[in-house]
């Protein structure tokens, strides 16, 4: 069973992640260098998944056959998402 502790942790990584993403948005980074803005937001939105499925929906603990299911999803939102993104320029 995982400590109550490391869920904390792992709340407050996401909370800085999410933080972090905001800031660059807010900064004014997506007018001047879009593309490096949007992978830097990419990047740190697939480690947020990665934390999200890994601990709390408990696929650390599947077996792999499930855990490539499910990273086979995120890889397809994740091209889904730039996908929407590129068609908005």
Known sequence: MTSTKL???IYVVL???ATVQVLIEQAG???EAYWTAFVVIMVLSAVKALFVVGYYQHLKFEPRAVTLVVFAGLLGALALTA???YSIL
Do not use: D, H, K, S
């Open 7 to 9: 869920y904390t942790v």
């Open 15 to 17: 909370f800085v992640l």
């Open 29 to 31: 980074f997506l007018e």
């Open 83 to 85: 996908a929407a993104a």
